[in-house]
Structures are given as C-alpha cells and as structure tokens.
C-alpha cells in the first residue's frame, strides 16, 4: 500500500508541551515553598515550646523552693514560726506575685493573703492552677496562679504559688511572634518560588520557541544564552554545538541531494525524448515497441519518485525559506474534490465534500495542495468500487481540522507505525502501482505547517486528520 493509508496513533505530531513545563516549575517552586517553611515552622515552634518550658520549669523551681522553706520553718519552730513567717510575706502579692495559704484540715484559713481555699482548679500531678481576682489600676482583672499543695503532719494544708499572668503574656508574645515569622517567612519562600518559577519558565519557554523554529526548518536557530554559566547554559552551549554539527551535516546532505536529483533529470529527460522519438518512427518492430513503452512507462516512475523527494525534501529541510500566502483551505478542498470527482466516478466511487464557508491560513499553498492530492488519489486507488470518500473542512478553537475518511479495507494495527516511513508499503499492495511516498509527503508538509496528524479507524477504513493550528502560519513565514 502506498504510505498513505493508514490508521495509526503514532503519527500526531505533538506540540511542545508548554503547560506541562509550566506546572512542573510551578510545583517545584511550591515545593521548596512548603520545605523551606515547614523547616522554619518547626525551628521557631521548637524555641516557643523550649522556652515555655523553661519559664515553667522556673516558676515550678522558686515555688517548690518556698514550700520547702516554709516546711522547714515549720519543722524548727511548730504552727506559731509557720505562721509568723507566712505573716510576715502576706505583702508578697504586691511586689512578687506570690500566694500563700494556711487552712486547718477542714479548710478554716490561718494565715496567708488568700481569703480561702480556691475550689475550681486544674491539676497537673502535684500542681494546680486556678484563677483569682486582683485589683489593677485598670479595674478588677483575673490573674492565673500556679500553685503546690502540701499538708503538714497535724493534718493542716498549705498552699504556695505565684502569679503566672506576666510568664503567660510573655508566652502569648512569642506565640504572635512565632506566627508572625512563620508567615514572613512563607510569604518570603513565595516570592522567592515565584520569581525562580518564573525565570525557569521563561527560560524553558524561550528553548521551546527555538526548538520550534528549528522543527518548523530553521536549523540556524540557536538556544539562547546568558552570562551567568549555570546548568542551562551548559546545556544550551551543549545543544549549540549539537545543532551546528547537524546544520553542517544537513547542508552538505541538501546540496549533495539537490546537485545528485538535478543531474539526473537531464539524463532521464533526454532518454524519455529519444524514447518517444523512437516511437514515432513507423518501422519498429511490435516487440521492440513494446519494450520501448514499458521502458518509457519505467522513466516516468523514476521522475515522479524524484519530484516527490524533492518536494519532501523541500518541506522538511527549508520550511522558512518557502513562499507563503494567504490559502482558503476550503476553497482548495472543493476544488480538489471537483477535479477527481470524474475520476472516482468512473471507479464507482462517491467523492463529497463537507464543510461551510471560508478556511483561511497562511502557508505554502503549493503543497497544501499537493498533500490533499495525496490524501485523495490513495483513498480512490485503494477504496473499491461502491465505496465512499469525503473530505472534510471544519473549524476548531485553535485552528483548522482537515479530514480525509474513507470505507475502504484499512490497514493492520501491527503496520500503522512503519508504513508512515519513505518507500515503505504492505506486503498485500505491491502489484499496486506506487512508490509509498505519498503519506511522507504529507507529514513533511504537515510539519512544516506545525500541523498535527492522526490516521484513526474509519471503522470501516481509515480517517486522516489534520489539525492546522492558528500559530502554525507565523513559524512557516
């Protein structure tokens, strides 16, 4: 079969993936967001905790070293050098913060600066801590006190604690300030991560459009470079030389090809003409005339075979060096349609079209039209008589859809790749007349536009679409 009749995934050309680029930069500069402040997060809330400890670790300290004192006093000097001593420290509220407490078994006060003995409390193992009320210049304010709870040999309890309202204010402080270097430093990683973010994606998105003006032919595009000497100008020096190396290999294949398709077309030119001037010569022998005419039959298969090289070659290598102009695809495709419509019918095949209005691109209208000729002469070589062929226009939100389906026999999924390739053809289509050119063509015109291509089943038969996208006609001109 010649190539081009097919159904194959493969053969999309796939644009550069740019939003695909985009969130990956994007994640990766949330990741460093969320490491960076997650690391300061956990510093800062390590300090709060340490330091919270530390000021309990404190107030528990001095309070269990005034229980001890005061047992101590009770121990040398009974009840009466208890009391005396928490007598005489009943001012402590004021200056220290300190409570004191001294009640009988059943809670009767004895001495101390607590009117009596508090009931709503937390305990924490040995300690409480509850709430009292204290006359500020402000108004009366409850002030948290943490507290040690011991009872003496005759039963009588006594309560020693300190206000912790100041210790807790100072833990709030650190809370907000904790908050707040959390938050500085998220916003701090943010604008960090977006602006690395960014530079990465312009970077990226300036090699995306090189390398898309090199696909599109233009192999003297080169990636940019700045001057900071990071990894991605060793990798675009690296690409650099990579893509010089294959200009000066694509130019010498180019001209050798070109110098080598130009000499032969004198050679076979002057042989077709003294062919058919042997021809018209009345004494020939019918043998040899025959022999002549196949011959003949044999050069115009050579010269087809090399136009279609030397336009393929045209698409592929120097897609920015060919004219463009404004195309009405829809216009072409009608007219296409109307000039095989003979053919076909004679085949007892339906031809149609499909497709409203105008369908404008820029691009080389040349082989545009070559390309569709190919789409259609193989659908009518291949489809059997009965059979039916549309060709199709339509618009899309980012360009152009030409299709080309048919009902014919379509082609095995296991040649679907391969038959896309130069000279390749079914093992089943080799009487058939061709040289498995004519989907090459295509595709190398379909890359020059920087269209996409899909063979898809027809079901029966194949379906090939073309995406034409609207940014395609800019990189072509």
């Not at 010569?281 to 039959?297: I, K, Q, V, W």
């Not at 040649?415 to 390739?421: E, G, K, S, V």
């Amino acid at each position: 079969m010649e190539a081009g009749h097919v159904h194959a995934q493969g053969s999309r050309l796939e644009p550069a993936p740019r939003l695909r680029i985009r969130l990956s930069s994007s994640r990766l500069a949330l990741l460093l967001i969320l490491v960076f402040a997650a690391g300061v997060a956990l510093i800062l809330t390590s300090v709060y905790y340490l330091t919270a400890r530390v000021l309990d670790r404190e107030v528990d300290a001095v309070i269990s070293s005034e229980v001890g004192h005061l047992v101590d006093d009770y121990s040398r000097g009974g009840l009466l050098q208890l009391v005396s001593t928490l007598r005489r420290r009943t001012d402590s509220w004021g200056r220290f913060g300190a409570v004191y407490l001294l009640t009988e078994a059943n809670g009767y006060p004895i001495a101390g600066n607590l009117a009596r003995w508090p009931t709503e409390v937390r305990i924490y193992d040995e300690w409480i801590e509850f709430e009292i009320d204290a006359s500020e210049a402000g108004g009366i304010i409850a002030h948290p006190v943490r507290a040690q709870r011991f009872v003496l040999p005759s039963g009588r309890r006594l309560l020693v604690g300190t206000d912790i309202l100041e210790r807790r204010r100072l833990a709030s402080r650190l809370r907000t300030a904790m908050y707040w270097g959390i938050g500085s430093i998220v916003l701090l990683a943010a604008a960090f991560g977006i602006a690395y973010s960014r530079g990465i994606r312009r970077r990226l998105g300036a090699f995306a459009a090189t390398c898309e003006s090199i696909m599109a032919g233009d192999l003297s595009q080169r990636l940019p470079m700045r001057t900071a000497h990071d990894e991605f100008d060793a990798l675009a020096a690296a690409v650099n030389r990579m893509l010089e190396r294959i200009e000066q290999q694509t130019r010498v294949l180019r001209t050798t090809f070109d110098s080598a398709a130009h000499d032969l077309r004198g050679p076979l030119y002057r042989a077709r003409v003294r062919i058919e001037e042997t021809l018209r010569h009345p004494d020939l022998a019918d043998g040899s005339r025959e022999t002549m005419e196949a011959t003949l039959a044999e050069l115009e298969r050579v010269q087809r075979i090399l136009g279609t090289l030397l336009q393929i070659a045209q698409a592929d290598g120097s897609a920015h060096e060919l004219p463009t102009q404004d195309v009405d695809l829809a216009r072409l495709a009608r007219e296409l349609v109307d000039l095989y419509t003979p053919e076909a019918g004679e085949r007892g095949i339906t031809l149609t079209y499909s497709g409203t209005g105008t369908a404008a691109i820029r691009g080389n209208g040349q082989l545009l039209a070559q390309a569709l000729v190919n789409l259609i002469e193989n659908a009518i070589k291949y489809v059997p008589a009965g059979g039916h062929i549309e060709v199709g226009i339509a618009h899309e939100p980012n360009g152009l859809l030409l299709s080309v389906a048919d009902d014919g026999p379509g082609i095995p999924a296991a040649d679907r790749q391969r038959i896309l390739q130069p000279f390749v053809r079914l093992e089943r289509d080799r009487d058939q007349v061709g040289s498995g050119l004519g989907l090459s063509l295509v595709a190398a015109v379909m890359r020059m536009h920087l269209a996409s291509m899909e063979l898809l089943d027809n079901r029966p038969g194949l379906r090939v679409q073309c995406r034409l996208p609207a940014a395609a006609p800019e990189v072509c001109s």
